[in-house]
C-alpha cells in the first residue's frame, strides 16, 4: 500500500511542473509574443518571409519532485535553402530541422547552460537572467533577415554544423564568393586532420552536382593569392 510520503513527493512535484508552466505562461510567452511569436506547445514561431524563427523550451530527463530543469534551443529555418536544395518545406519545424541551431548559453554568454526552478515560487533575479539571455538572442536571430545573411553569420561563427547544406545552396543560388570562402575556412581549420578527405569527398560531389567549372584545388589555391 502506497504510503503518505509517496503521495506527496507526486503533490510536490506537480508543484514544480506548474510552476514551470507559471513561468512559460505569465514571462515567456508574453515575452515572445510581442516579438511575434506563436505558441505551439513548448516551441515558439515567428514567421519573415522565408525565414522561420524558433525559440523552443526543452525539459530535462533529469527533472526530480523538488527541481525542474530545463534547455531553451533556439533556431532559424529557411524554407528558400529547402527549396532550392528540392527538401520537404516544413511549416513547423523543430529546433534541430532548422538549418541554424543553437543553445541559448551559446548566443546570449555568460548562462549556465541549463536553467533550474528549485522553489516552488520563481526568484526574481532567476527571471531577470532568463529574460536578458532571451532578448539578447530574439536580437542577434533578428538580426538575420535573409539566407545570405545567415550564411554569413554562420560563417563568422566558425561552425561546421550543417555545412554542407550551406556550401550546396551557395552554389545553387550563385553566391560564388561566399561558398569559396566556406571551403577556404573549411580547409584552413581542418587540413591538417585526418578527416579531411571526408570534407574532400563532399565538397566535390557538391560541386560535380551543382556543374561547377572550377576545381576544389582552384578555390583552395585563392587563399594565398
Known sequence: MLGKHFYLLIFQFYLMKETFQLLVKQYIAPLLKKEGFIKKNLNFYCKSQTLTYVINLQN??????????????????????????????????????CHYSERLENIAKGLQPKFEIIQKELEPTFIETLMNGLSVALKTMKEIQNEITLCEFMFHQGGINMWEVYLEYLFASNQMPLAKKMIQRIHKQFNMEDRWYIFEKIMRNIMIKQNINLTLEQIIAEQHI
Open 60 to 97: 530535462s530527463n533529469g527533472n526530480t519532485y523538488d527541481k525542474t530543469m530545463f534547455y531553451v534551443n533556439c533556431g532559424i529555418y529557411s524554407s528558400h535553402i529547402a527549396s532550392v536544395l528540392s527538401m520537404e518545406i516544413l511549416e513547423f519545424p523543430k529546433e534541430y530541422q
